[in-house]
């Protein structure tokens, strides 16, 4: 069966009073049937659990650094994040690749370092519009894939399609490109969800939804305020004819 899934990515916003209170009003509003997977900035997650404990909204981090433990300043483990209640962890955002320089290598030690701990991992991908622009696209995202999921067990992964030129842009990329892509990428990785990422808002969540091989959203700027980031998955569920909208 196919699993549908609609992801908030706070990134690097809020202070704990401003997360708080979007966190308490995401649990009075959303009442989906898909999967809603939250991912606040790490040093929220533990107050951010507690509002969400009663509800069916679950918890993911941002990123984790691929070591166990040790002597690492300043990088938070796949274990911590799991004993802070986090069922997911993203990893290899474009904006971790490109502000601060991951490198593929590292992207699948920190899949392995989350698997090993048992969370499940959200695996973004995705071309720069300069790759976009060579006709490398399709290379880029294979390349991505192939080397992140290298010996992964695909059963606790999810792969985030997010081309960098749509990301926090405000134009989602179209309708032709994200079926292009997600079909390619449903041929890599047969039974995973693939979640679309990149200027998603109320506006074009439908649309987007309809597209047969997207199984669901990574959501950063309208995932900021709970009504926003609840039109997205009552549209996502209408589009999928899943839940009650
Ligand atoms: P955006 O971000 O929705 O603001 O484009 C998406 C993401 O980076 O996951």
Redesign the pocket.
Known sequence: MRRFIVAA?WKMHFVLEEALNVARDMAKDIKASVEVIVFPPAVFIHPVFEIFKQTHLKLGAQNIYFEQKGAFTGEISAAMVKSLGCEYVIVG???RRHIFSESDIEVHKKVKAAIENDLKVVVCVGETLKEREQNKAFDVVERQIVSALDGIDLEKVVVAY?PVW????GVAADVKTITQMHNFIRELVENVPILY????KDSNAFELGNIDNVDGF?????SLKSDSFSNIIAAFEKAKGVGSA
């Not at 990422?197 to 998603?200: A, D």
């Not at 990574?218 to 309208?222: D, I, P, Q």
């Open positions: 990515n955002h474009s904006e997010e749509a990301i926090g842009t990422g990149g200027s998603v990574l959501v950063g700027s309208a």
